[in-house]
């Protein structure tokens, strides 16, 4: 879920002393069947911090991306001036326990507005005793113009939209629009460092079968970094884009293990972002075939579960959450000003009825203290409850119970000759028993 609210975050964050133990032993929990919803609930109110903000700072964008949530030219209000929103800035780093701010649309960099907007955010955070991290989503096809002030301004991280390579990038996201972007990455890698520049995808049917050619292709760029993010359906975008199970099955177990044969450079790391009230089922899928156990996940400093393997030279890092995070824990402000929980930042045509209030007229704080006790919070928890946390649990007894798994947790094994021949339907069907029933 982070990441379509907040980007990749930088990755995996270990600098911090460690406060999220508590974290992996409440979903070994949830998973066993032996937490109640009003302990999960009373556990989140209890442990909760506002730890990462997204903000969307404009509604214009110079591309037209059939996949994207946002593709509407207002919202419910007048976008905030930038004075305005210096002061919600200020507001925000100031709240206790917000670790990162990151600004994610609708396009920052369409304008000069957004850099120095990106400015007053950097400023604001410097006159903390402990700033929060920052970064900054972006399409890639303005940074030329941005760059010489990222360099300034020192960014933790830069999210660059790369959704396939030259003509599938350009069937997204519009003609041209590959060379744009690919222009600049390698001064992008001088000016940032490998490290905090990441190329992230959203895999979708159009080009989820192209995932580790780009990547291979990106790191003969100087790329590093990359994030994987499935494509949500929302009443504003098709439905024909998601995944089927069965292309899910075939992403997992016939086109990411083709990573494990590229040429790649040392040092590649790909981080692939899942969440249980959006992709519960892929989740499972993933429990059954031994990607990961959500009974054994590892967390960050920051919160983050996950589960780490290789495939060849390329890290691979499965960023889980396996409850609910919105409220609690990540929160997403509109360009107009509403405050939302991370889940409900999809669904647009759903904001006004979903917002929790106004930065406009309430400080931040006060907003994080509302959404705790709103009801919309309780109903986020009970409806994952009832209908997403059985579909892990069930994942769970069943390769538990002795289900063969195709991938060894933690270190995936050779995948012939159960992964020939994916291309084929019938092939496919191996794979029935791993997908949740329903």
């Keep these: 879920m982070g990441f379509i609210v907040v980007g990749t975050r930088g990755g995996l964050q270990f600098r911090l002393r460690r406060r999220w133990n508590w974290l992996p032993v409440l979903v070994r929990g949830l998973v066993d069947g032996h937490v109640r919803l009003r302990h999960l ?18 509604m214009r964008c110079n591309l037209a ?23 919600v800035f200020r507001d925000v780093v100031a709240a206790p326990g917000v670790r990162l701010v990151s600004l994610v649309g609708k396009e920052v960099f369409v304008d000069g507005t957004g850099i120095e907007l990106l400015r007053s955010l950097v400023e604001a955070g410097r006159l903390q005793a402990n700033p929060p991290r920052f970064g900054v989503v972006t399409n890639g096809t303005r940074l030329g113009a941005a760059l010489p002030h990222l360099r300034e301004l020192g960014l933790d991280y830069l999210d ?9 990038h350009d069937a997204i996201r519009g003609r041209g629009t590959f060379e744009q972007v690919v222009r600049w990455l390698p001064e992008a890698v001088e000016t940032l460092g490998a490290d905090r520049l990441y190329a992230v995808t959203t895999v979708q049917r159009l080009n989820f079968r192209q995932v580790p050619e780009t990547i291979a292709e990106l790191a003969r760029l100087g790329l590093r970094r990359f994030g994987l993010q499935f494509y949500i359906p929302t009443p504003v975008t098709p439905r024909d884009l998601a995944l089927s199970p ?27 972002d ?27 400093t920051e919160g983050h579960l996950y589960h780490k393997f290789r495939l060849g030279a390329a890290e691979c890092i499965v960023e889980v959450a396996p409850i609910p995070v919105g409220f609690w824990r990540t929160v997403r402000l509109t360009a107009e000003g509403l405050y939302l929980g991370a889940e409900d930042s999809v669904d647009t045509t759903r904001y006004a009825e979903r917002a929790i209030g106004d ?27 009832e209908s997403r946390l059985p579909i892990l649990q069930e994942a769970v ?15 995936p094994r050779a995948f012939s000759p159960f992964l020939s021949g994916l291309s084929a339907r019938g092939s496919l069907r191996a794979f029935a028993d791993y997908w949740p029933r329903g």
């Design 65 to 87: 991306c059939r996949h994207c949530y946002l593709q509407t030219p207002r919202l419910y209000g007048e976008v905030l001036r930038p004075e305005e929103w210096k002061q």
């Design 274 to 300: 899942v969440d249980a009230v959006f992709h519960a089922e892929t989740i499972a899928f993933l429990q059954r075939a031994g990607y990961l156990n959500l009974r054994r996940l590892r967390v960050d």
């Design 359 to 385: 930065v406009r007229t309430t400080p931040f704080r006060e907003l994080f203290r509302r959404g705790l006790e709103s009801e919309r919070f309780r109903q986020l928890l009970r409806e994952y409850y």
């Design 246 to 272: 069965w292309e899910v099955a075939e992403f997992f177990m016939g086109v990411m293990p083709r990573l494990a044969d590229m040429p790649l450079p040392d040092g590649v790391r790909v981080h692939l």
């Design 41 to 58: 609930t009373k556990t989140l109110v209890r442990r909760a911090a506002p730890c990462h903000v997204g903000i969307v700072v404009n």
């Design 160 to 168: 660059v939209s790369i959704d396939g390579i030259g003509a599938v």
């Design 397 to 411: 007894r069943s390769s538990e119970a002795g289900h063969e798994t195709v991938v060894a947790v933690g270190r």
